[in-house]
Each structure stands twice: as C-alpha cells, then as structure tokens.
C-alpha cells in the first residue's frame, strides 16, 4: 500500500510541476506548416535563415506538424521550441524535423544531418529529431559542432550514426535517443548525458568514440536508461554493447545505469577483430545495475569504477564547471 502511495505521489508530483508550450513567447519567429499568415514561416530552415546577424538572443517556436527538411544553423544564441503539453518530457512533443539522407549522398556524416548545429549558445526543446534512412549506412539525426548547445526533452532517432557529437560542449537531458550502430559519435566532443532514455533497435554500439589523443573531450552519461526499443530487430538481444573505440583514446563513462535491454556479456566491444584500438581507452562503469548486464563478464580494457573514483566525472568535468551558466537547471 505504501509502495502504491508512494508511486502515486511522484506521479502527482509530476503532474503538478510539468508545463505546456503552446504559444510562442513573445518576439518569437513562428513556424507554422501551411501558414499563410505574414510574419510566419513554413519552414524551420526559413525561419533559422530570415534571423538577422546581429548577435542577439532569437527564439523560434514550431506549432505542431511533421517537417521534412535539413536545418543548419550556423548562428549563435538561438533558442527552438516545439509545441508541447508537457515540456519535461519528449513524450508529449508535436513537432518532429525528418529527413532521409545518408552520409554517402550529403559527402560527409555532418552533411547528412536532419538538424546541424554550428552555432554556440544554442538551445533544443521538445523536438523530434529523425533521420529515417534506416540500416545500411550512415544517416545523422543531429550533428553538434557547436559550444554550449542544450538539448532538453527530445528525441533522436536514426539507426547508424544517429547522434554526432564532435566539438564543443554539449549536454542531453530528459531525452530519447535511439539507434544501432555507433549511435553516439564523434571525434572532440565534450558531452553530458542525464535522465535520458536510449532505446537500441539492432545489433551494434551505442557508443563510438572518436578521441585520438590524451585531450580533456569525454562522454560521460548519468543515470540514463538503457531500453529495447519499439519494433528492434528480432536478433538485438545480446548483441549490443555500451561502446567500441573509433579512436585510440576512447573515453565513455557510464555512472548509474539501469539496463533493461539484454547487451552482449562483454558490455564492452574491440573496434574490430582486426584493429582492436584499446590500447589507451577508458571505458568507465560504475554501478551498471539491471536484467540486461546479467552475467556480464567485462574485457580487461573495460573498468569498473569505485566510488570516489567515479566522482571525478561529472557534469563539471564533461563540459566545464561553468555549466550553470547555459545549462537549463529545470532538467538536472
């Protein structure tokens, strides 16, 4: 009875603080699809490129609709909001960015990007963000090259490659992301993973680290979720891993993960038979607890973490200990 009470209670809690975005704020550029309304836009890539240069905070607010369309943002300061019952979470979201382009087609990973983000201070709420190209090659979601981007409540699918993280600073929070093969990726990033769900759809890694050197970039994710997602692949059960090195370096932590997508025992993969690239990684756990690490016999590469020792890494020590100063405190 008390567990009940207790789980009703937090579900109230919930309820009480959760908030709608259904209106632009005001000065707002609007999206809107099918407007004909002066003043709006059709599509988020006009509205991202009638911003004026100027160097000001802009905000862009999408009513709800499917947008088929690449957006890149090369400005700073942009703040895009999705139209939303419940901004805490990406489930209530009605706005979703799609398109269907591979790596091969677009000329690079970062080309192939449904939404590409070049800019600093950029902020992300309440979208879907998909690449659709399904298996077979690389198709970016969302590719992140800029310094303090937020990305709140969201969710992000692709298959191969669906997040690129590469430069800057970056923090995922409260948000969905899904895919199979080297899902989050990327070569320089510095990046903070909280609250999130990652949902695995086929045989593969969620992680590829790209780190080439002994440089300060990591990925560290906190207290995420690892789930099957909706309609994997019959063969994904015991066939994925938390990561693979694309890069000498690799440097993942995973600190308080619950796992309920059975992985491969090894938890942690070679990048290839061949061509292993271990040699200098950190592949970090601590406190990895649910069915789907069951039995799990970790690689000698691999590390399991103390207590002290996984409090060195930390939101701080992924993207720097200004972080209250751009990052959305409502979301940690």
């Known amino acids: 009875m008390l567990l009940l009470y207790a789980a009703s209670l937090s579900v109230f809690i919930q309820l009480a603080f959760a908030a709608t975005r259904t209106s632009p704020p005001s000065g707002s550029y609007v999206v809107r699809s099918g407007t004909s309304t002066s003043g709006e836009y059709k599509t988020v890539a006009s509205a991202v490129a009638a911003l004026p240069n100027d160097g000001a905070e802009k905000v862009i607010f999408i009513y709800p609709g499917t947008y088929k369309e690449q957006v890149y943002i090369t ?26 382009v591979t790596a091969g087609d677009a000329g690079s990973n970062d080309a192939s990007g449904t939404l590409r983000i070049h800019g600093d201070n950029v902020s992300i709420y309440n979208i879907n963000i998909a690449n659709s190209y399904g298996k077979g090659t690389q198709a970016i979601a969302l590719s992140e090259y800029g310094s303090k981007v937020g990305v709140y409540a969201s ?3 692709g298959y191969q490659d669906t997040l690129l993280v590469n430069d800057g600073t970056s923090v995922f929070l409260d948000s969905y992301i899904e895919g199979a093969t080297d899902f989050i990726f990327g070569r320089r990033g510095k990046a903070y993973f909280q609250g999130n769900t990652i949902a695995v759809s086929g045989k593969g890694y969620i992680t590829a680290s790209g780190r080439e050197s002994d440089d300060d970039t990591s990925y560290v994710f906190e207290s995420n979720t690892v789930v099957l997602a909706s309609g994997a692949a019959s063969d994904t059960s015991g066939g994925q891993y938390l990561g693979r090195p694309w890069g000498e370096y690799a440097k993942v932590i995973f600190k ?8 491969n025992p090894a938890i942690w993969s070679v990048w290839n038979s061949g061509d292993t690239r271990t040699g200098h990684v950190l592949f970090g756990e601590y406190n990895t607890v649910g069915s789907g690490v069951s039995g799990a016999s970790r690689p000698s590469f691999a590390t399991v973490l103390s207590s002290s020792q996984a409090s060195a890494y930390s939101i701080s020590s992924a993207v720097g200990s200004d972080y209250a100063s751009w990052v959305d405190a409502d979301y940690l």
């Open 155 to 157: 969710k992000i699918t």
């Open 256 to 263: 308080n993960t619950n796992v309920t997508a059975k992985l």
């Open 75 to 100: 400005r700073d300061s942009v703040t895009i909001y999705g139209y939303t019952s419940d901004t805490t979470s990406y489930s209530a979201n009605q706005v979703t960015l799609t398109q269907s």
